[in-house]
């Protein structure tokens, strides 16, 4: 069983499944000829993986695993699948957060999408009754944080193509929400959704842009999406940690569809402070969801896979010490929040 390419983003993986899932993973270290995760910094050559199979894997272990204690001993169930970042001294005071919130971090990144002094106003002009689709939305934690903390008189649709993210949202936040939040399965490439219907499009962390410098035919197809679904005038809001030199290109690409560029704030440096700062609540939340798995009980290769998925957790992460961290700290990645606007 390889987890990095096998698994169903169509399908939500029950407790008993994930068991399964997780020895059949440990037996087949036999037949294995070369680790294809670093154990050292967590690394997965990209060849080695699908996304579609690693996000079905998380978000139905983030379910399976539910309730569990921070490392100050704060019981949350993990919802927040973003690295998000420190608070900017420059932005001012961030009252949708509090300090002693585990999943501060990933609050901030979706806080912090409508900071740029355009949608502020936007949003004002407005009195915050607007219409929001998020493209990507993991278990809606952000739309909800959105819904409840920052645009208490908007509505939003969040969408995503992992049918156990989907799942999580329809269960946890949905239902607060008395109507305003719809959690869609769907790829976000490819939605039915009716155009010029959202007056912000959110984009926060979401699993594209990725090839260093390069716009790939599949992210032309989410920023055509965007554009089409964006009434005139309205905007989309985007977070995220890519390749830096991949920046420029998006760019290039969303003004060659007719988008234009409004805000774009580099915010890598409190990215790595949050990283920093998050360390030991990631390293609690790997031991408390490796610990649930029987597999990795097993002699010599339970022990050799416990150590690969502990690695590649907190490499997902961007844990100090793994690949992605180390990418953010010498400058291979950058994260940005941008905005930018439809023509009216």
């Keep these: 069983m390889d987890i990095l390419t096998r698994l169903n983003s169509k399908t939500a993986y029950s407790t008993p499944a994930l068991q399964a899932i997780i020895g059949a993973w440990v037996a087949s270290t036999l037949l294995e000829r070369l680790p294809k995760i670093s154990t050292t910094n967590g690394n997965v050559s990209e060849d080695h993986y699908d996304k579609g ?45 509090t300090g002693s919130d585990p999943q501060r971090f990933g609050r901030n990144a979706y806080t912090g999408l409508f900071e740029a002094p355009a949608v502020k106003a936007f949003l004002e002009e407005r009195g915050g009754r607007v219409h929001i689709v998020e493209m990507g939305c993991g278990t809606g934690a952000g ?34 929400l008395g109507g305003r939040l719809v959690a869609t399965h769907a790829n976000a490439t490819a939605l039915s959704i009716q155009p010029a219907s959202a007056d912000l499009v959110v984009v926060c962390e979401t699993h594209v842009t990725e090839h260093a410098g390069e716009v790939t035919k599949e992210d032309e197809r989410f920023f055509q999406t965007a554009f089409r679904l964006l009434k005139p005038g309205g905007f989309l809001v985007w977070g995220n940690a890519i390749p830096d030199s991949t920046w420029k290109p998006c760019f290039a690409y969303l003004e060659s569809i007719g988008m234009k560029e409004i805000a ?7 990215a790595v402070v949050a990283r920093d700062e998050d360390r030991r609540r990631v390293d609690a939340y790997v031991d408390q969801c490796v610990d649930r798995f029987y597999g990795f009980r097993i002699p010599v290769i339970g022990r050799r896979r416990r150590a690969e998925a502990e690695a590649a957790l907190k490499n997902f992460y961007r844990n100090p010490g793994t690949n992605l961290y180390d990418n953010m700290t010498n400058g291979t990645d950058s994260y940005k929040v941008v905005a930018f606007q439809k023509p009216a």
């Design 143 to 176: 739309a909800h944080h959105i819904c409840k903390n920052v645009l208490p008189s908007c509505t939003y649709e969040a969408v995503d193509m992992q049918q156990a993210a989907i799942a999580t949202c329809r269960r946890k936040f949905v239902p607060e």
């Design 264 to 270: 774009v704030r580099d915010v890598t440096k409190e």
């Design 53 to 97: 199979s690693i996000y079905a894997l998380l978000y139905s272990l983030y379910r399976s695993v539910g309730t569990v204690r921070s490392e100050t001993g704060e019981p949350y169930e993990l919802t927040f699948n973003t690295w998000g970042y420190a608070w900017p001294k420059d932005w001012g005071t961030n009252r949708t957060t």
